[in-house]
Nanobody, 117 residues
Framework: QVQLVDAGGGLVQTGGSLRLSCVAS????????MGWFRQAPGKQRELVAA???????YITDSVKGRFAISRDYAKNTVYLQMNSLKPEDTALYSC???????????WGQGTQVTVSS
């Protein structure tokens, strides 16, 4: 079992920055990858960023150059640094972790990011 607590969302103006955090606990040794999905009202959920246990990273094209994902192993925490935010980045951002041999998918509770124009 893996527990995830994500935080850091809020209301920011266009061009602003936020840093999301996701703290993992439980069977953290079994985590293969962590990252963030987002879902805006009326839109499909999309993978924004991911980082593997080997520190390979993925950033979706729409946020490349603006978002970065990183991991602090000592704190069991993954961060999503979001810069130059745009109104279209407004969404519920949810941390996830894939763990175990079957890559079971765990979710955080989600944190709302709202970017005002």
């Amino acid at each position: 079992q893996v527990q995830l607590v994500d935080a850091g969302g809020g209301l920011v103006q266009t061009g602003g920055s936020l840093r999301l955090s996701c703290v993992a606990s439980g069977s953290i040794f079994s985590i293969n990858a962590m990252g963030w999905f987002r879902q805006a009202p009326g839109k499909q959920r999309e993978l924004v960023a991911a980082i593997t246990s080997g520190d390979l990273t993925y950033i979706t094209d729409s946020v490349k150059g603006r978002f970065a994902i990183s991991r602090d192993y000592a704190k069991n925490t993954v961060y999503l640094q979001m810069n130059s935010l745009k109104p279209e980045d407004t969404a519920l951002y949810s941390c996830y972790a894939d763990a175990g041999s079957d890559n079971f998918h765990y979710w955080g509770q989600g944190t709302q990011v709202t970017v005002s124009s």
